[in-house]
């Protein structure tokens, strides 16, 4: 079946570090991948997304591409803020609307 | 984005009763709504989906009848957890949707909420 594995947290950066959240998948087919972002007290959001192999999705400084090869698609920030602290989720969908979750990574930035 | 509310954030009840979760759709009409429950440090697993004025589509494992779930509206869907027991304890997040098998169509989530059955 379809799952989505990533890097357990929390993490805990300081401002201005570099951030790399790992994420593998395992799906039939070729799923289009997602991260989302929830803040404290907020609902998931949609951070970017990707939709083909080598696509590289990128919102608010966040990167993500698309590895086939590698069943991965790790997000990525250079310079990470404090108002970036939240918990990250790595999906995948193979068809649909339905999505397949990883289990969520917290990261914490401190100043 | 569209915004998409979740009523009671949180709440307790005792064993043997039964607890409602509103999730409302603000300011579109969602055709779609999905309930996921999360574990601690585990995935959101997806639940159902429901679409307005049908029954819901249970994922495999989920008991239809322990999970009642409504979606009367274009802008509300109800979950309601039957006779709770300690092990429903959870967190329960909704989320809208437009309808559509073509392509991915982007999902607004609810904030959640915190499910303690004692």
């Known amino acids: 079946g379809n799952s989505v594995t990533q890097m357990e947290g929390p993490v805990t950066l300081s401002e201005e570090a570099f951030l790399t959240i790992n994420c593998t998948y395992t799906?039939?087919?070729?799923?289009?991948l997602f991260w989302y972002v929830q803040y404290p007290g907020e609902g998931l959001q949609l951070l970017l997304k990707?939709?083909?192999?080598?696509d590289k999705g990128s919102n608010k400084g966040f990167e993500a591409t698309y590895r086939k090869e590698t069943t991965s698609f790790h997000l990525e920030k250079g310079s990470v803020q404090v108002s970036d602290s939240a918990v990250y989720f790595c999906a995948l969908s193979a068809g649909g609307n339905k999505l397949v979750f990883g289990a969520g990574t917290i990261l914490r930035v401190k100043s | 984005g569209a915004v998409v509310s979740q009523h009671p954030s949180r709440v307790i009840c005792k064993s043997g009763t039964s607890v409602k979760i509103e999730c409302r759709s603000l300011d579109f009409q969602a055709t779609t709504m999905f309930w996921y429950r999360q574990f601690p440090k585990k995935s959101l697993m997806l639940m159902a989906t429901s679409n307005e004025g049908s029954k819901a589509t249970y994922e495999q494992g989920v008991e239809k009848d322990k999970f009642l779930i409504n979606h009367a509206s274009l802008t509300l869907s109800t979950l309601t957890v039957t006779s709770a027991h300690p092990e429903d304890s959870s967190f329960y997040i909704c989320s809208s949707g437009t309808s559509g098998t073509s392509s991915y169509n982007e999902q607004f989530f609810g904030p959640g909420t915190r499910l303690t059955v004692l």
């Open positions: 799906a039939t087919g070729y799923p289009s």
């Open positions: 990707a939709t083909k192999a080598d």
